[in-house]
Every structure is written in structure tokens, then in C-alpha cells.
């Protein structure tokens, strides 16, 4: 019998770990006997698991078990630090030798955290929650992280994105050892579409402000106030800096050229115009500085992974 695996880290979610568990349940309890999986919850706690806010789970295997998984899903880690941020050796080594055993290692939001620390994932694919994206990628500068994707595989390496996308990912194990039929039941009986794909709709931008440089802080609190007209040459002018310096400096202390940062503010004041308002979309663009609305709708399906009324009717409830 085939048999799955949910590592609990350490202070992890606790819908990260009883969500996907409760979706393999189903998918049990909807298959034929043959093709059921063993389930486990598996965590180096050797007392009740310690979940975010103060809840607990129990009934878990310690790691020291010598069991041999198909697959392990790991459980996400809460909101990391990355000056605080270290995992327990012997989880790390654990999941190590798991996928040399040839488990397949699947990590829920944050958890890719846990899975990039062994290693594993440099070179590789991967997907983490969007707003961890930064600190991420600072910590593990040689995985190829994409927080657009709401799911990534890499071979036997899968990741998923924000707290909710353990159903996308979830779903897709039970579509590969459960068959379609079965994936399909669960999905209507958790309410959840089969065809996520993209962390894009839901991603804000969040701009970089860790830098020291004073003269690109300025140049962001000038943005914050007069983004409808400012531009790249303006910017430049405006801090006494040849346009090339400026976009070079830029670029070296928030991680984007101005005219991305620049566009990107500008998107975001579109995506609230367009949640709270009945404006037209021509009107819309006009309004974030854009004349040609072509362009514009161009650029936010670029940036949000939708059309601007896609995204107008997918943020009304």
C-alpha cells in the first residue's frame, strides 16, 4: 500500500496540516479499497505538536521511525524571519533521506522554507507565499523561485503558494494516485475550482524598503504622493542624478528598474479603483496615468494574471 506523510514543523498553521490530511480522507473514503493510502502525521515533536496560535495536534510519529514514504507533504512554517529563521537538523535530515528513499516532498506555502534548507530545491523550480517571496529568495539565492505560480514540479520536488493553495496541491496528489474521478469529487465537496494556477490576482506589491540608500528612499516617498505623473527622467532630475545612475542605483537598492516600480505602484491604485468603484476601465487607466488603454490592459494582465474586468469581477463578493 502506497502511503503519505504530513511532516508538522514546529509552530506551523494548523489548516496547513489538518487541511490537506482531511482532503486525503476523502479521497479515501471515495476509492476503491485497492488504491486507498496509509496516512500519517509525522512531526520531531515528541510530545502534542505545537501549532500557531496555541492550538496542538497529537497522535503523530516521531521522525525516528524507520518508515519509508511515497510522498511527504510539508506543513507550513508561519511567517519566517530571516534573521531568526533555523529548522531542527534532524527534520532536515529526515526529509533528506526520505527523498532518497524516493518520496516525492511536497511543500505547503511556507514550508518551502523547510525544503530549501536541505538543499534539495537549488537549481529547482519552486513557489513559496508571494509576500515571503523577498526574503526568500535573499535566503535561498539558488532556487528558481516563481511566487507568481500558485503550484510548481520539479520531478519529485512540489511546492504551493499562499495558505489556501494546499488544496490546489492537495488536489493534484489525489488526482495523481486517486485517478480524476475521485479529484473531482473532493473538489466539489470543499467548494474549490480544479483550474488555480496563479498567485498573480492576489499578490499586492509591496515595496522594498530594507535599503540604506537615503536618496532612493526619497525617491519613493515622492512616488507614493505624486505617481500619476512622475517619471523615470523627472525622477532622475529630481534627485540631481544622470538617468543613468539613477536607474542603476535604483535598481541596486529595491531590486526593480524605476519604470517596474513605477508601473507597479500604478497597478495597484488601478486594482483598488476597480474593487471599490464602478468606473469604466478606460477611466481607470486614465486615472493611474495611462492614456492608451491598450497599453494599460496590457500591462495588468501582465502584472495581475488577469484582464482589469476579470479582476473587477473576481474581487466583488
Known sequence: MKSIAVLA??????????????????????????????LALVSADTAAIACQGGFQLQGHIGLDDQTQYDCVVIGAIGPPNKESLSFD?????????QHQGGARLVSICTGAFLLAATGLLDGRRATTHWAMASVFTQLYPLVLLDPAQMVTMDQTLWCSGGASSYQDITL????????????????????IDLDRTSQLKYMHFIPA????????????????????????????EGVHLSERQFKRRFKQATGLSPLEYL?????????????HSQTGIEQVALSVGYEDVRF???????????????FRDKSRF
Not at 514543523?9 to 485497492?34: D, F, H, I, Q, Y
Not at 524598503?209 to 532622475?236: G, K, P, T, Y
Not at 508601473?263 to 474593487?275: D, F
Not at 494599460?296 to 476579470?310: A, D, I, N, T, Y
Open 9 to 38: 514543523p514546529k509552530g506551523c498553521p494548523l489548516t496547513s496540516v489538518s487541511g490537506p490530511l482531511e482532503m486525503l480522507m476523502l479521497a479515501n473514503a471515495r476509492s476503491e479499497r485497492t488504491r486507498r493510502l496509509e
Open 89 to 97: 537538523p534532524a527534520t532536515v535530515q529526515w526529509l533528506i533521506r
Open 172 to 191: 493534484l496528489l489525489i488526482r495523481d494516485y486517486y485517478g480524476d474521478a475521485v479529484a473531482e469529487q473532493v473538489a466539489k465537496l470543499v467548494l
Open 209 to 236: 524598503r530594507q535599503h540604506q540608500d537615503e536618496i532612493i528612499h526619497q525617491v519613493q516617498n515622492r512616488l507614493e504622493e505624486d505617481w500619476r505623473s512622475a517619471s523615470v527622467v523627472s525622477l532622475a
Open 263 to 275: 508601473q507597479a505602484v500604478r497597478i495597484e491604485h488601478a486594482k483598488r479603483a476597480l474593487a
Open 296 to 310: 494599460f490592459r496590457k500591462l495588468f494582465k501582465r502584472q495581475v494574471g488577469v484582464s482589469p474586468s476579470e
